[in-house]
Every structure is written in C-alpha cells, then in structure tokens.
C-alpha cells in the first residue's frame, strides 16, 4: 500500500474536482486480484469508501460489478454510470446495487484505507469470505507495509538501543488490549440491572436503619451520591408510593412501567464500568515491569530497520491522535511533524510499527526519506 501521490493523476489536489468519470479514464489496471471468493481494487489516492461525493470506493464497484438488475434499468453504460454518481452513496443503504452479477451477494469492503492513501482494498464477494478475512484481521494475521516520505533524513543508526524482545511484549500488549476491548465482560463490572438491584439494597438498608450496606471500591462515597443525584431529583417529584412502588420492582418490571428512569441505571453503570477498568489497566501497568519498553529501537537481528513505541490516544472532539504527557520531549525533537500530547486521563494504546529506510533525497527543496512501513499493531491512525 502506498502514500504516495500518483504524480500523473489530474485529480490529485482537487478532490472534490475529481469525479468516478475522471477516475475511470486514468487507469486500466483497477482489478489487481479476481477471484471467485476475494476482489483486489486497486484505490487510488484522495477518494473516499463512500459517502455524497463526486467518486467514492462505492461508486467504483458498483460500476465495475453491476448487478443484472442495475443493468436491466439502465442497459446504456453512460446512463448507468450517472445514476450511479447521483444514486449510490451510502454501503448500507445500497447493498442491492453492490452483487456481483449472478451471484446476489453484496460485495463486502474487509477493511478501510484512509481518504489520501492509494492501495489495495481487499473486497470479500461472499459472506463467508468477508468473515474469514475479519478473523484474519483481527487475529492480526495479515501483514501491511505502506510506503510513504517522512520529512528529513532519517538513519537507522539513529536509534542506538537495541531490544529484542518485541515478540513476546507484542503477544502481552495485545492480549491485554483484547481483554480490555471486552467491555462489559470485564470481571466485577455491573451492567444496568446490576446496578438497579445495588441501589435497591442501598436504599433499603436506609430507610430500615439497618448497618449501612458496603459500597463498591470502585467510588468513594460523595462520588455515589453525585452518580444518583440525577435519579433522586427525579424521584422527589414524584409520589410517595412511586418510590415505594419502585423499590418493589424487578429490572423486567422496571423496563416496561418505568423506562424512563432506566437511563439512569445505564449511566451510573457505564461510569461504574468506566472506571473499574481504567483502575485495572492502571493496576497492571504498575504491576508488570515487563512492559518497559524503549520509544525508539533496533533489535540485533535487523539492524537495516527500527521500531517505533508510542502509546497514542483520541480526542473524541478532534482528529488528530495524541501521544501520553511523558512523551513531551518526543514531540517537541519532531520539528517537522504535528505530534500533540493528550492530558494523563486519556486512553492510550500501545503501538509498535516497524520503520525501514529505502531511499534518501530532496523534494521541492526539502529533505526527505522514503520508507517502508510496517504496523505491527492496529491502532486507527497509527502511522500519522
């Protein structure tokens, strides 16, 4: 895959100039892989899978594999292609127009490339196809190596360290990450009707004087109180016998006579949650010294490429990742590139990508690096 522009492509730099018209006249090599199971589309770069755009990934295939019923509408190929562009926009919305002819399966996309990157998308053409690379994806089974030029001249030799451990801290890191990436199956967590039944005996022991039920490790006591404040104040405005009534309820019950308050039950859970499994990661952060590991290293037997280490995190309001406050010194050495640091609060996953230098030269002046690079990890954005 690749970042490069394609020096000879009109649409390059004006996107939204750019239409699937224009696409279509540049190249003749589209389909790079046919099969009877997996299509490789050769994406090109600045277009979109999808959406209302001039040329999108979607529009793509729905031109170079029509369904018999799209051809049966529009038999004139002019025709077809500029209901296509004003028509097709969205994959879940036109799944109809996506069927390889004859075979009436929607084509299915197994992964994503990014607006500007060009390279091959891997489309499935069966459903037990499309679910047999997302395991393959997910199990971290496929390789990717992306070409791209990273300002400077960057050297190997520039990071001295040497660690040879990366198998082992990877197969660690990401069998952490799965877990974490579990959610509500994470052990002691409390889902909605848990949660209703942990405020019942709270509320119980109360009223009837008794020793104050135990809370949770989880909040200290003014922090309960400010998760079911927003329900006590709904409650107060109600009857007497609404509360007595409530406290009498099942969560069955509770969903169907009182659905309005269930909203509270879920959000003091997924705070609960929330918190329960950061204190976990932060926990085994501290307990397992393993996971020191250089930001920047070789290892002794490739000694021609270096891996890059940098936990990275999301603002949910903003697009750019963000690497952890400790790193501060790293994003202020990278003169040339746009790293922000995010606040201590902030979910960070570990990245590994492995970096080998190609080619060194000058573009318009400046001085760049062509490079290989290789995720070794799949966080989104993880190569900017």
């Not at 892989?33 to 770069?45: E, F, M, R, T, V």
């Not at 950061?278 to 490429?305: C, G, N």
């Not at 309001?317 to 790293?339: C, G, H, Q, V, W």
Request: charged share 25%; aromatic share 10%; net charge neutral.
């Amino acid at each position: 895959m690749s970042t490069s522009a394609i020096q000879d492509n009109p649409c390059w730099g004006s996107p939204e100039a750019c239409s699937l018209k224009d696409l279509l006249t540049q190249y003749s090599d589209w389909i790079v892989y046919d099969s009877g199971d997996y299509i490789g589309l050769n994406k090109p770069p600045d277009c979109r899978m999808d959406g209302p755009h001039k040329a999108t990934v979607l529009k793509l295939l729905t031109y170079l594999y029509p369904t018999q019923q799209l051809q049966n509408a529009f038999p004139d190929e002019i025709e077809r292609l500029n209901y296509i562009i004003q028509n097709v926009h969205q994959f879940g919305d036109c799944e109809k127009y996506l069927t390889a002819e004859g075979d009436g399966t929607p084509l299915r996309p197994c992964h994503q490339l990014d607006y500007a990157t060009s390279g091959v998308l891997w489309i499935a053409r069966t459903a037990a196809a499309a679910n047999i690379a997302r395991q393959a994806l997910e199990q971290r089974r496929v390789s990717k190596t992306y070409v791209a030029l990273v300002h400077g001249h960057v050297s190997s030799e520039s990071s001295p360290v040497n660690y040879d451990q990366v198998d082992a801290w990877l197969q660690r890191t990401e069998r952490r990450y799965r877990k974490q990436r579990q959610g509500a199956s994470l052990k002691g967590s409390l889902p909605p009707h848990s949660i209703f039944h942990l405020w019942k005996t709270q509320q119980l022991k109360n009223e009837h004087n008794k020793k104050r039920v135990r809370q949770e490790p989880v909040f200290q006591d003014e922090e309960w109180q400010q998760l079911w404040a927003p329900l006590h104040e709904n409650l107060s405005k109600q009857p007497k016998e609404f509360k007595e009534q409530l406290l009498q309820a099942d969560w069955k019950l509770v969903k169907k006579e009182y659905s309005t308050l269930t909203r509270y039950f879920e959000n003091v859970s997924e705070a609960y949650n929330t918190r329960l499994a950061k204190q976990r990661t932060q926990q085994t952060k501290h307990d397992d010294e393993s996971e020191q590991i250089p930001h920047v290293f070789r290892t002794s037997e490739d000694v021609q490429s270096f891996f890059i280490a940098v936990p990275i995190g999301q603002d949910d309001n903003d697009f750019p990742m963000r690497i952890p406050p400790s790193y501060k010194e790293m994003a202020f050495m990278a003169k040339n590139a746009t790293l922000q640091t995010g606040d201590a609060s902030m979910d960070y996953k570990p990245s590994l990508t492995r970096c080998t230098i190609v080619q060194q030269g000058t573009l318009d002046g400046q001085c760049v690096t062509k490079v290989l690079l290789e995720p070794r990890t799949g966080r989104r954005h993880q190569l900017r």
